[in-house]
C-alpha cells in the first residue's frame, strides 16, 4: 500500500477561499491583535506567518512586541486594555512566554469572547462540555483536514500520542464528540508501540523526530502528523518516520505542509468568529 497524502495546504485553500467570501460579507474587517513577549526566534517566525496570512485574506492584525523583561502584571494591564477595547476582536499571547510570565494568569485574563487561541480555561470547559466556543488552532485544523479528505473517526480506534493542552487533550476531546474510541498515550506510556499498532487512526504530537516507525502502525491506518523538528541535517521533520510508514499507512500528512497551514487558517477561523461573539454578553 502507498499512502494517499493528507495535504494540508490543499485542504488550507479551500478553507481560505470559504473564509474570504464570509470577510467579505462583513461591513469591516475583523481585528487579530498578536502579543509577543520577548525575542524566542520559532515564535517570531510563527507571528509573522499569522501576520501574512490575516492580510491575505483580509483581516486587520497589530503586532505588540513587548520586551523579554516584561513583567506578568504589565503584560496583564496591556491585556485588560485591549479587552476593553472594542475595536479588537481577537487577542492572541504567542507562547512560549518567558519565565517570569506563567501562562495559565495569561490565559485567564483574555475575555473569553477574545480568546481566538482557545488556551483559557472558559474555552477549554466549553470545549469538554461538548459545547465549543473558541477550540485550538490545531486540534480544530486537523478536524477540518479529515473532513476534507472525509475520513470520518466515528467508531473507529484514534490513538493520541501526546497529552499537551494545545494539542493532544483538545484533539482527544474533538475525536470523541466525534464518537471515536479514543486512547492517549505519553511519554510515561509503557509499550507505546503495543498502543499505537493498534490505531484507525493515529495523531502524533510528541515532537520527537522519527518516535513512530513501520513497525508501530496498522496497515491502512490514517497518520497525521503534527510534530515539528529538525533532522540531523537540519531539514525540517515530523515525529513520524514518513517514507516507511507510508508504506503501510492509507493517508497520511506530510511534513511540512500537513497539519501547519491548517493552523494557520483556523486561527483566522476563530478570529472571525470572535467578530460574531462581539456584541454579545458573557
Ligand atoms: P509538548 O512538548 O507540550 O507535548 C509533547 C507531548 O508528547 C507530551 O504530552 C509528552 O508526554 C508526549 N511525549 C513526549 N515524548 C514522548 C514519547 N517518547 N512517547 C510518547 N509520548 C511522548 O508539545 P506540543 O506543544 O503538544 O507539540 C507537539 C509537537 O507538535 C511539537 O513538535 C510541536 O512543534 C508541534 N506542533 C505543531 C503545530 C503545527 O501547526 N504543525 C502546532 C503545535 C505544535
Given at each position: 500500500?502507498?499512502?494517499?497524502?493528507?495535504?494540508?495546504?490543499?485542504?488550507?485553500?479551500?478553507?481560505?477561499?470559504?473564509?474570504?467570501?464570509?470577510?467579505?460579507?462583513?461591513?469591516?474587517?475583523?481585528?487579530?491583535?498578536?502579543?509577543?513577549?520577548?525575542?524566542?526566534?520559532?515564535?517570531?517566525?510563527?507571528?509573522?506567518?499569522?501576520?501574512?496570512?490575516?492580510?491575505?485574506?483580509?483581516?486587520?492584525?497589530?503586532?505588540?512586541?513587548?520586551?523579554?523583561?516584561?513583567?506578568?502584571?504589565?503584560?496583564?494591564?496591556?491585556?485588560?486594555?485591549?479587552?476593553?477595547?472594542?475595536?479588537?476582536?481577537?487577542?492572541?499571547?504567542?507562547?512560549?512566554?518567558?519565565?517570569?510570565?506563567?501562562?495559565?494568569?495569561?490565559?485567564?485574563?483574555?475575555?473569553?469572547?477574545?480568546?481566538?487561541?482557545?488556551?483559557?480555561?472558559?474555552?477549554?470547559?466549553?470545549?469538554?462540555?461538548?459545547?465549543?466556543?473558541?477550540?485550538?488552532?490545531?486540534?480544530?485544523?486537523?478536524?477540518?483536514?479529515?473532513?476534507?479528505?472525509?475520513?470520518?473517526?466515528?467508531?473507529?480506534?484514534?490513538?493520541?500520542?501526546?497529552?499537551?493542552?494545545?494539542?493532544?487533550?483538545?484533539?482527544?476531546?474533538?475525536?470523541?464528540?466525534?464518537?471515536?474510541?479514543?486512547?492517549?498515550?505519553?511519554?510515561?506510556?509503557?509499550?507505546?508501540?503495543?498502543?499505537?499498532?493498534?490505531?484507525?487512526?493515529?495523531?502524533?504530537?510528541?515532537?520527537?523526530?522519527?518516535?513512530?516507525?513501520?513497525?508501530?502502525?496498522?496497515?491502512?491506518?490514517?497518520?497525521?502528523d503534527v510534530g515539528m523538528n529538525k533532522n540531523r541535517m537540519g531539514k525540517s521533520c515530523g515525529d513520524v518516520d514518513f517514507k516507511p510508514v507510508s508504506s503501510v499507512a492509507s493517508f497520511i500528512t506530510p511534513v511540512p505542509g500537513g497539519v501547519g497551514p491548517m493552523t494557520i487558517m483556523s486561527l483566522m477561523a476563530n478570529t472571525i468568529k470572535a467578530r460574531e461573539f462581539q456584541n454579545q454578553k458573557e
Amino acid at each position: 500500500m502507498v499512502a494517499k497524502l493528507l495535504d494540508g495546504k490543499a485542504a488550507a485553500a479551500a478553507w481560505e477561499a470559504e473564509l474570504s467570501a464570509k470577510l467579505r460579507g462583513l461591513p469591516s474587517p475583523p481585528k487579530l491583535v498578536l502579543v509577543r513577549v520577548g525575542d524566542d526566534p520559532a515564535s517570531g517566525i510563527y507571528v509573522k506567518k499569522k501576520i501574512e496570512m490575516c492580510a491575505k485574506i483580509g483581516i486587520t492584525s497589530e503586532l505588540v512586541h513587548l520586551p523579554e523583561n516584561t513583567s506578568e502584571a504589565s503584560l496583564l494591564s496591556r491585556i485588560a486594555s485591549l479587552n476593553a477595547d472594542k475595536s479588537v476582536n481577537g487577542i492572541l499571547v504567542q507562547v512560549p512566554l518567558p519565565k517570569q510570565i506563567d501562562a495559565l494568569n495569561v490565559q485567564k485574563a483574555i475575555h473569553p469572547f477574545k480568546d481566538v487561541d482557545g488556551f483559557g480555561p472558559k474555552s477549554m470547559g466549553y470545549l469538554l462540555m461538548g459545547r465549543p466556543r473558541f477550540v485550538a488552532a490545531t486540534p480544530a485544523g486537523i478536524m477540518r483536514l479529515l473532513q476534507h479528505y472525509s475520513l470520518s473517526p466515528a467508531g473507529r480506534h484514534c490513538v493520541v500520542v501526546g497529552r499537551s493542552n494545545i494539542v493532544g487533550k483538545p484533539l482527544a476531546v474533538l475525536l470523541l464528540q466525534d464518537d471515536a474510541t479514543v486512547t492517549i498515550a505519553h511519554s510515561k506510556t509503557k509499550d507505546l508501540a503495543a498502543i499505537t499498532k493498534q490505531a484507525d487512526f493515529l495523531f502524533v504530537a510528541a515532537g520527537k523526530a522519527n518516535l513512530i516507525t513501520k513497525a508501530m502502525v496498522k496497515k491502512g491506518a490514517v497518520v497525521v502528523d503534527v510534530g515539528m523538528n529538525k533532522n540531523r541535517m537540519g531539514k525540517s521533520c515530523g515525529d513520524v518516520d514518513f517514507k516507511p510508514v507510508s508504506s503501510v499507512a492509507s493517508f497520511i500528512t506530510p511534513v511540512p505542509g500537513g497539519v501547519g497551514p491548517m493552523t494557520i487558517m483556523s486561527l483566522m477561523a476563530n478570529t472571525i468568529k470572535a467578530r460574531e461573539f462581539q456584541n454579545q454578553k458573557e
